[in-house]
């Protein structure tokens, strides 16, 4: 079963607000990513996580902060947003983390900031 | 230059129709090659991915041409259900996975 589940599905919230997003495989993948996809844009990678490690931050500003407490967790921390980080949020996992593994992605978060 | 870089599009085709999609990479060093399909406010969905040898799924025919660094998706006999916006993808890592995707090439087929 390729199925990787995102919470929430909606989220809106103020600049002063935190708020997680959460990412969940049981495929026994052992990488995990985070994408931002604005409207009728491609996504963009933000992280990369291979066995639990960060192996790839794409530069991404310090307000996003990921972790990955196990092998089929992930979360992403939000804090101290703008509006301009409006954008749907995709988690994916891949077997391994090698270059030809395929990435399954889950149905995202739609953020909106306020 | 843009590392991927798709048809514009939109492709607007009858049902019946075989319509073709190209792709072109920048990074040489590319190892792996997909084609993804992303509906309106959905997921990408993986459709294929794309091997030297070319590959067929279906009604889907893919093909990798490694010195021109193009990649191509063919559909035959297009369905109302293959509207969606078709995406490019090329892993740039040879030892990681970090996809770069292309900006989408819109299908819509009508009756």
């Known amino acids: 079963d390729t199925e990787v589940t995102q919470t929430p599905k909606h989220l809106v919230m103020g600049m002063t607000n935190k708020k997680s997003l959460k990412c969940e495989q049981h495929?026994?993948?052992?990488?995990m990513y985070w994408y931002k996809q604005k409207a009728k844009k491609p996504p963009e990678l933000m992280f990369v996580?291979?066995?639990?490690?960060?192996?790839i931050n794409e530069s991404v500003p310090s307000r996003f902060s990921p972790e990955c407490p196990n092998s089929s967790l992930l979360n992403l921390h939000l804090h101290a947003l703008q509006p301009e980080d409006s954008a749907l949020y995709l988690c994916a996992s891949s077997h391994s983390g090698r270059a030809r593994d395929e990435q399954f992605f889950g149905p995202g978060t739609r953020l909106t900031v306020l | 230059r843009k590392e991927v870089e798709q048809d514009p599009g939109p492709f607007n085709v009858p049902e019946g129709a075989t319509v073709a999609f190209n792709c072109t990479y920048s990074?040489?060093?590319?190892?792996?090659f997909f084609w993804y399909r992303q509906d309106c406010r959905k997921e990408p969905k993986l459709l294929m991915s794309?091997?030297?040898s070319g590959n067929e799924d279906g009604r889907f025919t893919a093909q990798l041409n490694r010195a021109s660094q193009y990649i191509s998706l063919l559909i035959r006999d297009s369905k109302l259900s293959d509207s969606a916006t078709y995406l490019c993808v090329v892993n740039g890592d040879p030892y990681g996975n970090k996809l770069v995707f292309g900006a989408g090439t819109i299908l819509r087929v009508k009756s």
């Open positions: 794309v091997y030297s």
């Open positions: 996580y291979s066995y639990e490690k960060l192996s």
């Open positions: 495929m026994g993948h052992r990488a």
């Open positions: 990074n040489s060093a590319s190892q792996s």
